[in-house]
């Protein structure tokens, strides 16, 4: 295929340790073999915790004027978004349409520093950070005891790519490039519209993180939503840095771009990212700050869109989203917050008037 997928080979040692020295460059010199890097860990973690609590705040879905939007639709069943993180809570009760769970983390080195599950994709994409649990309520949520998702009469396909790990009391996601491809493609092949993906990593050298499989996204016609980055600097992270990727970064309280939140040339939009009220792990509900957080917005406004014209493509829903985002000042592209701030409202007010 065109993608390169099915040129694309995992080799997985038999024992645990170090690679052999000189593996990599042996298999550098063979005709058959364009390039070889061996497999890494990335680790995502958040610039604050998580923070319990049962009073919800319906602030960061006013910032996007969901309610006037859910006035022309919730979503559609037929559309399904993707969350790809470190699984999903799929029995907390916000939760009402589930399609093609999938865990896909299968790490065979490094038990040491893990928590759970680790080995052996299954249909159980358990949630032991809570992160995807949150991510995932922000898209879809259905409103019962917290605000409504932004898309919560859609379907949810979740998906695991991160295990877990605990350090000072405090459990973030991390996994391999790899297993973060294999959820995308399962995504893809799975029917999902939009795929949203709270993560990113640096490039370290090789070919750069998962643009094989974003290609395949692309030719597929799905929409890929990912977050910039948490650390507030002129950064790169991946898939976000890659061609056709809706990169998102934060939007503070006050309607600003948000000081953690990474900016680059990659950056499109930038929605809420600052104490976001959401479902969590163990039936529970959270706040949490990250671009991780402002993601989902866009995802779920994209799914939206595409609930409310069926036929749009995901080159017209960018272009939505584009010229409908609220400028930060008089300039078209800002260059921390990309086009502006997410603005659901307009965007289905525009493609209304697009497809009468």
């Given at each position: 295929?065109?993608?390169?997928?099915?040129?694309?080979?995992?080799?997985?040692?038999?024992?645990?340790?170090?690679?052999?020295?000189?593996?990599?460059?042996?298999?550098?010199?063979?005709?058959?073999?364009?390039?070889?890097?061996?497999?890494?860990?990335?680790?995502?973690?958040?610039?604050?915790?998580?923070?319990?609590?049962?009073?919800?705040?319906?602030t960061s879905r006013d910032a996007v004027f969901l309610h006037k939007a859910h006035r022309i639709t919730t979503g559609d069943p037929s559309v399904r978004i993707a969350v790809l993180d470190t699984g999903v809570d799929i029995d907390h009760p916000e939760f009402t349409?589930?399609?093609?769970?999938?865990?896909?983390?299968?790490?065979?080195?490094?038990?040491?520093?893990f928590i759970g599950d680790l080995l052996d994709a299954d249909a159980a994409p358990e949630d032991d950070?809570?992160?995807?649990?949150?991510?995932?309520?922000?898209?879809?949520?259905?409103?019962?005891?917290?605000?409504?998702?932004?898309?919560?009469?859609?379907t949810l396909i979740?998906?695991?790519?991160?295990?877990?790990?605990e350090r000072d009391g405090e459990r973030y996601g991390a996994g391999l490039v790899d297993n973060i491809n294999q959820g995308v493609k399962w995504a893809i092949d799975n029917g999902a519209d939009v795929i949203n993906m709270s993560l990113g990593v640096r490039h370290e050298g090789g070919g750069l993180p998962h643009a094989d499989v974003i290609r395949y996204a692309r030719e597929k016609g799905v929409t890929v939503v990912a977050a910039s980055g948490n650390d507030g600097r002129n950064a790169l992270y991946y898939p976000g840095a890659l061609p056709g990727v809706i990169t998102v970064g934060a939007m503070a309280r006050d309607g600003g771009v948000a000081g953690f939140s990474t900016y680059n040339r990659r950056v499109q939009l930038i929605a809420p990212g600052e104490d976001v009220?959401?479902?969590?792990?163990?039936?529970?509900?959270?706040?949490?700050?990250?671009?991780?957080?402002?993601?989902?917005?866009v995802a779920g406004a994209v799914a939206l869109l595409k609930s409310f014209a069926r036929g749009l493509t995901d080159g017209q829903v960018k272009y939505l989203l584009k010229q409908t985002a609220d400028r930060l000042d008089h300039r078209f592209q800002h260059p921390k917050a990309g086009y502006g701030r997410l603005n659901i409202i307009d965007a289905l007010r525009l493609a209304r008037a697009k497809t009468a």
């Open positions: 295929m065109a993608a390169g997928l099915d040129r694309t080979v995992r080799i997985i040692l038999q024992r645990a340790g170090r690679i052999p020295r000189g593996l990599i460059e042996n298999l550098q010199v063979l005709p058959q073999i364009v390039s070889v890097r061996p497999g890494y860990v990335s680790v995502a973690r958040m610039p604050q915790p998580f923070s319990r609590s049962p009073v919800p705040d319906q349409r589930i399609h093609a769970p999938r865990d896909e983390v299968n790490i065979l080195d490094g038990h040491d520093r950070v809570g992160h995807g649990t949150h991510v995932a309520g922000i898209a879809l949520g259905a409103g019962r005891r917290m605000p409504t998702g932004v898309a919560p009469d859609c979740p998906v695991r790519v991160l295990a877990a790990m009220y959401s479902s969590y792990r163990d039936d529970g509900y959270a706040y949490a700050t990250g671009t991780s957080h402002a993601a989902p917005f």
